[in-house]
Structure formats: C-alpha cells, structure tokens
C-alpha cells in the first residue's frame, strides 16, 4: 500500500461516509429481513411475506424526485445535508409509530407505514449518494465505496442480526423504539459533518433541473448497456437474499437467536475484512478488473447457500455461508457504487446517483413474489442454483462495456 493511500484512510470526509453510510442501512432491514422475521413469528402466511419486498418500490422509483434534491436546500446547511436531516427525523418519527403496530391483526397498516418508512430511506438515499460523491475528491471514490459499504453493513448487522437478537430478549416494539433512537443519533454528527462541493446547475426551474440532467446522462456512449449491467450485475445476490431470513427460520428451522448470532458475529468479521480489503484493492486495481472478478466471486458465493440447502440445519456451514455471501457481497457493491459515483455529473448528482442505483434496486425489489414462487414450485436448493445462474448476465454486460469503464472509471490514487 502506498504511503499516499495510507494517508487517505482517515479524514474527516471518509469519518463522514461511515456515519452516512450507517444511517442509509439502518432502515432497510426493518422494512426487510426484520419485517419477515417479525411477520413470520407471527404466523403470517408465505404469500405475505414475500410480497413484503414490493416495499422497496420507492428505492426503484426515487429518481422522480431526486431532482428536487438537486434543486432545493437550505443554503446555510447545504443542499445535501439539509435533506440528509429532513429524511432521518423522518424516519424516526414513523420508526416509533411502526413499533406500535401488531402484524397478527395489522399486516396491512404496518405495510403502509412499512411503505413511508421505505420512501424516507429511500430519500435520504438520494442525498447520502449525491453527498458522497461530491465531498470525495476522484481519488478517495474507491476508498469512499468501500466504508459506505462496510458502514451500510454494519447497520444492516444491527437492524437484521442484533434485532432479532434483541427481539427474542424484549419484544418487537423494543426493538423498533431502540432503532429509531439509534436513527435519532445518527442526526448529530450529519449536522457537524463537513459540507460538499455543490455546483449550482443553470437551470432556473426544477422542470429544467431535470430535463437537463436526464439529457446529460442519456447522451453517454452505451448509456443502454450501462443500464442493463448495473440491473443485472446484483440481480443474481438479490434473488438469493430475498428470502434469506424465511429459509434460514422457517426453511431449515435455525432459531431467531441463531440466525441473529450468525449475523452479529461472522458477518462482522465479514464485513471488516471484505469492506477494508476491497477499499485497498480498489484504490490499486482498474474498475473493470474489480468488477469483473468480484462479480465472479459474488456469483460462486451463491451455490454455497445451495449446498446448505442440501445438507439441512447445520450451523458451522450456515456460519460460512454467512461469512462468504457478506464478503464477496461486500466486494462487488463496493465496485458497483465505485463506478455509478464516476458516472455522475456534479450538477446533477442526486438526479444520476438516484437514477442509477435505482436501475441497481430492481432486482431486490421485485424479485420477493418471484422468489416465493420459485420456492414453492421448485424448492431451496434449485432456487440457489438459479441465484448463481442469473449473476452471469451481468458479467457478460460488464464485458460490453470495458472500453468505457476503463477510460471514464478509473479509481486508482496517484
């Protein structure tokens, strides 16, 4: 490692990123994983659970109104920031609301809340990505990438492991009070965070804001195949962890304290070492190199969630299967937001970012009711097969696209 990368490790930009990075995961598991868990404790049917999924349509369709993120703010915090704090009061206001609620008698009130919580988080999405991106100088992206997913995943470790863990000791309305508290800190060091370059657009309205914006991003070379890769590079990952929480309970009967431990301990571990490792590869590596390689090793990760299929109820494995999907998860999303963050046009970051990683969500959101069926129809062990089968379509995109991700993403330092 070079001595300029390892001065590039801490600052207060990369500080930032992580605490950012903890707030943007904090929600997603408690209207996912966790949600499954609570409704599937209670006795809610499969169909019902799967569909829980369909709650991610406002991650899909945020890029509507990210424009208005590009386009309003409060000038003395900063457009990022400004939002950034909007959507986390947000979302501790309904975070305590939902912990309220009992899914035995309100499945459909939780989902509609469930629904408002996912477009808070959705939003505050909008502004992390847009804010990451412009307060990182190019050469600390791949550095940036990589402690946005470790922090991301620490926060899912929270709010997907040490829930259900926290749940099983004290209750489900415990458990999404504590959430919200947590969500309720996280506030204090986005306000004191350092502000980002903003470039103000020319546009003198928001329709303008955002015509301007799409048109910039549509006259890319290949912007068709771009699209079509960042859909399909995690579809395979999404459709294996769409339902990793009913497999785990219900599919091979781990107990919630079991599963939750599996999380909490070998997922960190995971974390830590894939977060870290892929942060140093991809300030050394070109970005095409990266996403090749950890795409592959994100695929293999899958069949060995087939092979626990197989074997049945064994913790030691399901451990390792734990510990490999989180690391070369890790890897491959590292390298994926790496590369949306260097397509982006700095007037319009929140209007890009927000429409690519909403192309990138497709899978995890609408593959629930697939995933449910697939189940029921052809069982556990096909269904991860067919997880490893699927990552394939977008390795074979990424190769289309070499030329483009070599000349305009590189993420190498000096």
């Keep these: 490692m070079s001595t300029s990368t390892a001065r590039m490790l801490i600052n207060n930009r990369l500080l930032a990123i992580l605490v950012l990075g903890f707030s943007s995961g904090l929600p997603l598991s408690l209207t996912g994983t966790t949600l499954q868990a609570w409704f599937t404790e209670a006795h809610v049917n499969l169909k019902t659970i799967g569909a829980l999924t369909l709650l991610g349509i406002p991650y899909t369709f945020k890029f509507l109104w990210a424009p208005l993120m590009d386009h309003y703010g409060l000038s003395r915090l900063g457009k990022r920031k400004s939002w950034i704090l909007l959507m986390q009061l947000g979302l501790v206001l309904t975070l305590v609301l939902l912990a309220t609620m009992n899914p035995a008698s309100q499945a459909g009130m939780i989902g509609m809340v469930a629904l408002v919580i996912a477009f808070f988080s959705a939003s505050q999405d909008i502004s992390i990505n847009a804010y990451t991106t ?50 309720l800190l996280t506030m204090i060091p986005t306000f004191m965070a350092p502000r980002a370059r903003e470039i103000q657009t020319s546009a003198h309205n928001l329709y303008q804001t955002t015509k301007e914006a799409l048109r910039d991003i549509i006259q890319r070379d290949k912007i068709i195949v771009m699209i079509f890769f960042i859909i399909f590079y995690k579809f395979g990952d999404a459709l294996a962890l769409s339902l990793i929480t009913n497999f785990l309970l219900h599919g091979l009967g781990f107990t919630l304290t079991e599963v939750g431990l599996a999380y909490k301990v070998v997922s960190f571990i995971a974390m830590i070492l894939g977060g870290f490792i892929g942060g140093i590869i991809l300030t050394r590596w070109n970005l095409y190199r ?32 734990v510990f490999i999907e989180n690391f070369c998860s890790g890897l491959s999303t590292a390298a994926l937001l790496a590369f949306m963050m260097s397509q982006c046009d700095h007037r319009y970051t929140a209007s890009q970012f927000a429409l690519l990683s909403a192309a990138a969500s497709l899978g995890r959101v609408f ?27 977008g390795i074979v995109l990424l190769t289309l696209l070499k030329d483009e991700v070599s000349d305009h993403a590189h993420v190498t330092a000096d």
């Design 367 to 393: 593959l629930g009711p697939v995933a449910a069926l697939m189940v029921e129809n052809l069982g556990w062990i096909q269904y991860y097969l067919w997880s490893f089968v699927l990552c394939f379509p």
């Design 134 to 183: 412009d307060v990182l100088p190019p050469e600390e992206r791949g550095l940036g990438a990589a402690y946005t997913v470790f922090a991301y995943r620490v926060a899912l470790l929270v709010s997907g492991g040490v829930a259900l863990i926290f749940a099983d000791y004290f209750g489900w309305k415990m458990t999404y009070e504590f959430m919200a508290l947590l969500m």
């Design 290 to 321: 990266a996403l090749l390689l950890f795409g592959l090793a994100q695929a293999f990760s899958n069949l060995v969630f087939a092979l626990l299929a197989c074997v049945g109820k064994n913790f030691t494995l399901m451990a390792v299967s």
